[in-house]
């Protein structure tokens, strides 16, 4: 994903908050999603935004977006061992639903107990 | 909540032979759906776009003679991967949106990890 990047690693203590960070170049993208994935696994949807949208909160998950710098990031509240994965930031170009999602290098979490 | 299944999870065969991968939407229909492939440690790499009755959309380097697709339905999609190497082993993904709906994510199976041997 030359479009979108992210760290490649963060490791944080459980308990703590994980904050996970994502920048973006196509400022006409219309939804930012993140995903989670497993080792030997696909991805899982975790939550998505709208670009209209500056914040989206669900249970420990929040997702801000400043679209003015095309930031994007996810937080995780009390971070837990069971989050270590590789989460990863996607894009999705406007105007139809056959294009592909655009997909950041994955940030690696590790949660150490 | 829209589920993506996909078969084998996992297959190992020898050089020279051919693999098939499906790819399912099971409660939902995909008019399209998309293939990604995914090295060790790396992102996704689209690798071609699935069309439900025409031809597959292939992504630059990505040879169509090699990795055939076939979208027969609206909830199948199947990648073949033909005469398969040693540089074919990797994880293949397939996602799916749910027709009609351009904005809604894409929901991936869990993938398939090839081994050619």
């Known amino acids: 994903g030359e479009d979108v990047e992210q760290s490649l690693f963060l490791s944080v203590r459980e308990g703590d908050s994980s904050v996970i960070n994502c920048t973006y170049t196509d400022s006409s993208s219309t939804y930012l999603y993140w995903y989670k994935q497993e080792p030997g696994a696909g991805l899982q949807l975790l939550t998505y935004?709208?670009?209209?949208?500056d914040m989206k909160q669900d249970q420990r998950l929040t997702v801000l977006l400043n679209k003015k710098d095309k930031h994007l990031s996810l937080r995780i509240a009390d971070t837990q061992t069971g989050d270590s994965a590789i989460y990863f930031c996607a894009e999705n170009p406007p105007d139809t639903g056959r294009r592909a999602l655009t997909f950041g290098s994955g940030t690696r979490l590790q949660v150490q107990p | 909540g829209a589920v993506v299944s996909q078969h084998p999870s996992w297959v190992i065969c020898k050089s020279g032979t051919s693999v098939k991968i499906e790819c399912r939407s099971l409660d939902f229909q995909a008019t399209t759906m998309f293939w990604y492939r995914q090295f060790p440690k790396q992102s996704l790499m689209l690798m071609a776009t699935?069309?439900?009755?025409?031809?597959?959309?292939?992504e630059q380097g990505v040879e169509k003679d090699k990795f055939l697709i076939n979208h027969a339905s609206l909830t199948l999609s199947t990648l073949t991967v033909t005469s398969a190497h040693p540089e074919d082993s990797s994880f293949y993904i397939c996602?799916?949106?749910?027709?009609?709906?351009?904005?809604?994510?894409?929901?991936f199976g869990n993938g398939t990890r090839l081994t050619v041997t």
């Open positions: 935004i709208f670009s209209n949208m």
């Open positions: 996602s799916a949106r749910e027709r009609g709906s351009h904005n809604s994510p894409l929901h």
């Open positions: 699935s069309n439900e009755g025409s031809k597959a959309t292939y």
